[in-house]
């Protein structure tokens, strides 16, 4: 019987950039985790601790200085047709259609164009956002132009759905509204989440596990398994449990925090 690989494995990463007058600034320091296929993970930290340079590696956009990191076995050289990123500032094309941003993606990798087609229009079906394919970014919502963004990140059927605080721009209501979405989307169409947040609700809401990382330079420094029964509303963020995971999230941030 052939080994299923771990879907994400993060193997000592390591990252500095340079800082004004030249100087060496780590960011990232021997951080290393292991995510199972289809599972959900919620990455939180204190603010400038590298949880979105970490996203950016995770992706290939941003080479780690030493370390590895692996998706389905396969070596992260750069950017692949295996992930996907939804961002926080939702960054759309605003020259073009909800259904060009969708299909963008499809485009640059060459899927023709009646296949193109097809495929956005049902991707911008599962974000609830048909009849709106001929809009552009400017006349929708903020909750609406990032549907738009989490459909073209789906439309590529990714492997692995990398979340760089997505919800963080938009108000509580559309966030919770949104977060509900995105759970129901993960149900039906299962894959690897990798979720940053600043959010310590947000994150046991969401997640089946949430990773803690330390103040910059930035390593997963606690883990906190969520065991909350799936599939979840709202009405969990009632329950005493729920509670528990939350301050337990934050009595491991509670030590990194300065005012």
Same mark, same amino acid.
């Given at each position: 019987?052939?080994?299923?690989?771990?879907?994400?494995?993060?193997?000592?990463?390591? &990252?500095?950039?340079?800082?004004?007058?030249?100087?060496?600034?780590?960011?990232?320091?021997?951080?290393?985790?292991?995510?199972?296929?289809?599972?959900?993970?919620?990455?939180?930290?204190?603010?400038?601790?590298? &949880?979105?340079? $970490?996203?950016?590696?995770?992706?290939?956009?941003?080479?780690?200085?030493?370390?590895?990191?692996?998706? !389905?076995?396969?070596?992260?050289?750069?950017?692949?047709?295996?992930?996907?990123?939804?961002?926080?500032? !939702?960054?759309?094309?605003?020259?073009?259609?909800?259904?060009?941003?969708?299909?963008?993606?499809?485009?640059?990798?060459?899927?023709?164009?009646?296949?193109?087609?097809?495929?956005?229009?049902?991707?911008?079906?599962?974000?609830?956002?048909?009849?709106?394919?001929?809009?552009?970014?400017?006349?929708?919502?903020?909750?609406?132009?990032?549907?738009?963004?989490?459909?073209?990140?789906? =439309?590529?059927?990714?492997?692995? $759905?990398?979340?760089?605080?997505? !919800?963080?721009?938009?108000?509580?209501?559309?966030?919770?509204?949104?977060?509900?979405?995105?759970?129901?989307?993960?149900?039906?169409?299962?894959?690897?989440? =990798?979720?940053?947040?600043?959010?310590?609700?947000?994150?046991?809401?969401?997640?089946?596990?949430?990773?803690?990382?330390?103040?910059?330079?930035?390593?997963?420094?606690?883990?906190?398994?969520?065991?909350?029964? +799936?599939?979840?509303?709202?009405?969990?963020?009632?329950?005493? +449990?729920?509670?528990?995971?939350?301050?337990?999230?934050?009595?491991?941030?509670?030590?990194?925090?300065?005012?």
């Amino acid at each position: 019987m052939e080994l299923i690989p771990p879907a994400i494995e993060v193997r000592q990463v390591a &990252k500095a950039f340079r800082g004004p007058e030249g100087e060496r600034l780590p960011v990232l320091e021997r951080l290393s985790f292991v995510v199972p296929p289809q599972q959900f993970v919620a990455v939180i930290g204190p603010s400038g601790c590298g &949880k979105t340079t $970490l996203l950016r590696v995770l992706d290939g956009l941003t080479p780690p200085d030493g370390g590895e990191v692996r998706i !389905f076995g396969r070596r992260v050289t750069g950017p692949g047709p295996d992930r996907a990123v939804v961002f926080q500032d !939702f960054a759309l094309l605003p020259w073009a259609t909800v259904l060009e941003n969708v299909a963008f993606p499809l485009e640059i990798r060459r899927v023709p164009a009646p296949e193109r087609d097809r495929r956005a229009r049902a991707a911008i079906a599962l974000v609830g956002l048909d009849g709106f394919e001929g809009y552009y970014p400017h006349a929708l919502s903020g909750g609406m132009q990032q549907r738009v963004g989490l459909a073209r990140a789906l =439309v590529v059927d990714p492997q692995v $759905l990398l979340l760089d605080e997505p !919800f963080g721009a938009l108000d509580a209501q559309t966030r919770l509204v949104l977060q509900d979405e995105l759970l129901a989307l993960w149900q039906r169409r299962p894959t690897t989440v =990798v979720l940053v947040t600043h959010d310590m609700a947000e994150a046991v809401y969401l997640a089946d596990r949430v990773l803690v990382m330390s103040p910059r330079p930035g390593r997963i420094v606690e883990e906190v398994p969520v065991p909350l029964p +799936r599939p979840r509303d709202q009405s969990v963020r009632r329950s005493a +449990r729920f509670a528990e995971l939350v301050e337990e999230v934050w009595t491991c941030l509670r030590g990194f925090v300065r005012l």
